[in-house]
Nanobody, 124 residues
Framework: QVQLVESGGGLVQAGDSLRLSCVAS????????MGWFRQAPGKEREFVGA????????IYADSVKGRFTISRDNAKSTVYLQMNSLKPEDTAVYYC?????????????????RGQGTQVTVSS
């Protein structure tokens, strides 16, 4: 069992930056590939990005590529989402997810565990 707790969301203006954090507890964090998803009201869940267990591989949705960066610190059991040049369309609840499969499936990250989410609101 893995517990995930996100933080760092808030209300910002277009063009600003935010860094989200997701702290894991329970089983060994380094056993899991990690990712971020988001869901805006009335919309389906959207994949944002993912990072492999060791941090050597990352993949991003086209909508955030070049603006968002995922990183992880396995010693702190934490995955981060650095969001720059935020746009109003980035407004959503962001949550992290853990995939315990051996292979890194990138865009196909499975949500074995997920956090409760943190709200990001970008005003124009």
């Amino acid at each position: 069992q893995v517990q995930l707790v996100e933080s760092g969301g808030g209300l910002v203006q277009a063009g600003d930056s935010l860094r989200l954090s997701c702290v894991a507890s329970g089983r060994s964090f380094s056993d899991y590939h990690m990712g971020w998803f988001r869901q805006a009201p009335g919309k389906e869940r959207e994949f944002v990005g993912a990072i492999s267990r060791g941090g050597g591989r990352t993949i991003y949705a086209d909508s955030v590529k070049g603006r968002f960066t995922i990183s992880r610190d396995n010693a702190k059991s934490t995955v981060y989402l650095q969001m720059n040049s935020l746009k109003p369309e980035d407004t959503a609840v962001y949550y992290c997810a853990a995939d315990g499969r051996p292979g890194f499936y990138g865009l196909g990250l499975r949500t074995d565990y997920r956090g409760q989410g943190t709200q990001v609101t970008v005003s124009s």
